[in-house]
């Protein structure tokens, strides 16, 4: 569901006929983690017209903090499988907090057919540990939305139930010394 600070932008159109150049674009992005008003500007430009700097875009959304990135992953949510190559991409990436935006802002908006076009992306999460519970995430979403066995789905969620068990034993150890 979209924020509440979200505003749709006035020019989504996906058949839009403006084009600019990634030389024209990068100006227009926001300047810091902050910068809400520069995330309105790139935003009300579109897609397909911001698609030279979908790669600076996603690569914002890896800071923990950011209301500009919050506002850009809700955008991304009305694309959906038009920019489904670039999610995939960015949540291949090491950055806990971009998955996190991605899962939570961005295809929480999308339909079924246009998550399942991440399954291989979000079965490999669910199967690595990740610092922000994103591999639950995905899990959750895997079910969800039948993109995987039920028996491979209970079999990851008892193997990471068990192995919670074992670090949280290992905590307490620490905790005890």
């Known amino acids: 569901m979209l924020g509440t600070a979200y505003r749709r932008p006035r020019f989504v159109q996906l058949d839009d006929k403006m084009t600019m150049t990634r030389k024209e674009l ?24 911001i698609a030279p700097v979908m790669r600076d875009l996603l690569n914002l959304m890896r800071v923990y903090d950011s209301p500009a990135a919050d506002l850009i992953a809700e955008y991304f949510g009305t694309l959906g499988k038009f920019i489904a190559d670039d999610l995939t991409k960015a949540l291949s990436k090491e950055n806990c907090w971009i998955r996190h935006r991605i899962l939570t802002k961005t295809i929480s908006c999308w339909s079924a057919t246009e998550i399942e076009q991440l399954k291989i992306c979000l079965c490999c999460m669910a199967t690595q540990p990740d610092a922000y519970d994103n591999d639950i995430l995905a899990l959750s979403i895997i079910r969800n939305f039948n993109l995987a066995e039920d028996k491979w789905i209970k079999q990851w969620t008892t193997f990471k139930r ?3 068990s074992t670090r949280d034993k290992h905590l307490k150890q620490l905790e005890n010394q």
């Open 26 to 49: 990068v100006p227009i992005l926001p300047k810091n983690a902050h910068d809400v008003a520069g995330a309105e500007k790139i935003i009300s430009l579109g897609y397909p017209t």
């Open 162 to 164: 068990e192995l919670w």
